[in-house]
């Protein structure tokens, strides 16, 4: 593996981790505010990026490279209103999108074909990932402070499950 990509891939994995943190604190932010089913889907969000960065130590170790990992930032740990950690949610997610299209572009750049077919998995996740974001911003944008609307959102966002293969696939 081209030393560059093994450095971008390494830097790539821990935005993964931190994506895990980032809303791993969501969910102890959602579950202070008594929001229980967005803490629970906020969790279950938070295992898929582990798998995520998972999927990109297991390439690294695949293609003879080394696994550095790296200190992984504090996230915040209060957010202004449900719509603000979800709005964060989506603005990360887009960044996310933006630093894995960069990853593509190097991969083109190297040459590197089987990096490139290894992220086009990611390409289709962040497109998944941006849209759902976005659509329980739009929710939270219309239900306002109605606190009716926003129990029916928690409890919609509740129903989500952690299926292990279901995020690698
Ligand atoms: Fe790994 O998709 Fe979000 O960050």
């Not at 969910?27 to 229980?36: I, R, T």
């Not at 086009?120 to 109605?146: M, Y």
């Amino acid at each position: 593996m081209k030393k560059d990509i093994e450095k971008a891939f390494n830097d790539h994995l821990n935005a993964e981790f931190f994506s895990a943190y980032l809303y791993l604190s969501m969910a102890n932010y959602f579950a202070a505010e008594n929001l229980d089913g967005m803490a629970a889907w906020m969790r279950v969000q938070s295992e898929e990026e582990r798998v995520h960065g998972m999927k990109f130590v297991d390439f690294i170790n695949d293609r003879g490279g080394r696994v550095a990992l790296q200190k992984i930032d504090q996230p915040a740990i209060e957010w202004k209103s449900p719509l603000a950690a979800f709005q964060e949610a989506y603005d990360h997610e887009c960044l996310i999108s933006a630093k894995i299209n960069e990853l593509v572009d190097l991969a083109n750049k190297q040459n590197d074909h089987a990096a490139h077919n290894f992220l086009q998995w990611f390409v289709s996740e962040q497109v998944e990932e941006e849209a759902t974001a976005q659509r329980i911003v739009e929710q939270l944008k219309r239900v306002g402070d109605n606190p009716v609307g926003l129990m029916i959102i928690d409890q919609q966002l509740g129903s989500r499950t952690f299926a292990p293969a279901e995020a690698a696939d």
